[in-house]
């Protein structure tokens, strides 16, 4: 059937891509919606070859098929949560293998790396990915992985994956691309040259922050395998449930993402020019250090913007406080927005040596731009950094 349609109708767009997913697994019922399989075994011999829920579960096969295809890629593993996949591929290592790592990565893969595989043998080496320099040590140092994340977080530093994965692929070294601030919508880390395009799917992928998830998409086959393995084996899955409610967010992320986008661009604009704040950081203003890389690698620049107040830590702290429609929360990439101190949380572990090289100080504050009217998100913003004078 489907080589009879004209192209455009055999390739459909992100959109078109995200609400209409293949099998339901229940075409004796016609439902338009997936039902919740809610089950922990299956009859031996089914037809699907489903057997356990831990090892695979229609649910899951369903948001997997929705994750291929807009990552354009041919296999996905779905998992518990972002922390979950981040484990799923860290555990396929072995003893002694080095991971090279952007200096910037998510807190909690930081966390995961030095307190917990660390014990492992595991070694991890930070450098910072978006110089020259540390693309050209790549070959020397030989690591077995590479573990990037761009836009990182929260200060939206830009990676050039394009060269990085190529400079990676004379060694055969594995690419892994924490993509959860971008999105597929927004970058494709696996047409860039990585091996593994990593999604906490908690954040736009599901968009309602009611449920946590994560995913590992990729084109080779032998990392799917060790994905699957390490699904069932670590007992990583997530529930039937919660893939359900991100099968159903996936469905708007076009949607909301292009609100949030717009939103985003506008109160970055408008930030910049308050006279309280002293820088604006937005992949998409030209003011950011790597715009033009940012413009070529992804075609929008996010929903997450950071922002360096003239303010000290109680200062910084009370815009966030002050604020009426950004609840100040960790996490990001749901319809709501949200405001974070990240000095005060998300980094609060981090030493302050570290913090200081990070660039993440008291004054700083991070919005994850939601789907609200653009004017009351503005005028929230003003009135709580009228308070700061
Ligand atoms: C939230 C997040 C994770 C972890 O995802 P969870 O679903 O919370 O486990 C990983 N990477 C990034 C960049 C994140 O923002």
């Known amino acids: 059937m489907e080589s009879q349609l004209p192209e455009e109708q055999s390739h459909p767009r992100e959109s078109t891509k995200v609400i209409h997913h ?18 922990a075994t299956f009859r031996h011999g089914n037809p699907e070859g489903f057997d356990y829920t831990r090892s695979g579960n229609p649910n899951f096969r369903i948001l997997e098929a929705v994750l291929c295809s807009l990552e354009n890629c041919n296999y996905s593993t779905v998992f518990g949560s972002g922390v979950s996949a981040i484990t799923a591929i860290a555990s396929s290592l072995s003893s002694g293998d080095l991971i090279l790592c952007e200096e910037n990565l998510y807190g909690c893969t930081v966390r ?15 450098l910072d990915f978006s110089t020259q320099s540390s693309i050209d040590s790549i070959n020397t140092l030989a690591p077995s992985m590479i573990w990037l994340e761009s836009p990182t977080n929260p200060l939206l530093k830009i990676m050039d994956l394009k060269k990085i994965c190529a400079n990676a692929k004379k060694n055969q070294i594995p690419v ?4 959860t601030f971008a999105t597929a919508l927004l970058q494709k880390p696996l047409e860039l040259g990585a091996t593994i395009s990593l999604t ?36 990583l899955q997530p529930s039937p449930f919660d893939c359900w ?10 949607l909301r993402l292009h609100r949030q986008v717009d939103n985003a661009l506008k109160l970055a604009n408008e930030l910049a020019e308050h006279n309280c704040v002293q820088w604006v950081k937005y992949p998409f203003r030209s003011d950011h ?3 033009e890389l940012a413009r070529k690698q992804m075609t929008a620049g996010g929903a997450i913007i950071t922002v360096k107040l003239k303010a000290n830590q109680k200062e910084a702290y009370s815009f966030c406080k002050n604020l009426k429609y950004f609840t100040m929360a960790e996490s990001l990439g749901g319809i709501e927005s949200l405001v974070c101190h990240p ?10 040596q570290i913090k200081q090289k ?7 504050v991070r919005l994850s731009i939601g789907c609200e009217d653009f004017l009351d998100l503005d005028r929230d913003i003003k009135q709580s950094l009228e308070k700061l004078k």
């Open 112 to 126: 995961l790396f030095e307190q917990v595989f660390k014990k492992f043998g595991l070694r991890t080496k930070w």
């Open 289 to 291: 250090p790597q715009n």
């Open 245 to 254: 409610l991100i099968t159903r967010g996936i469905k708007t992320l076009p």
């Open 22 to 39: 293949g099998e339901s697994f229940a075409n004796s019922t016609g439902t338009v919606m997936p039902p919740i399989y809610q089950t």
């Open 358 to 364: 990070l660039g993440i100080d008291e004054g700083l």
């Open 200 to 235: 906490s799917t908690t954040k736009y992928i599901n968009g309602h922050s009611d449920a946590l998830g994560g995913a590992v998409c990729t084109q080779d086959s032998s990392w799917n395998e060790k994905m699957k393995f390490a699904q069932k084996a670590l007992g």
């Open 176 to 179: 892994v691309v924490d993509n």
């Open 343 to 352: 000095a005060t949380m998300t980094h609060a572990s981090v030493p302050p």
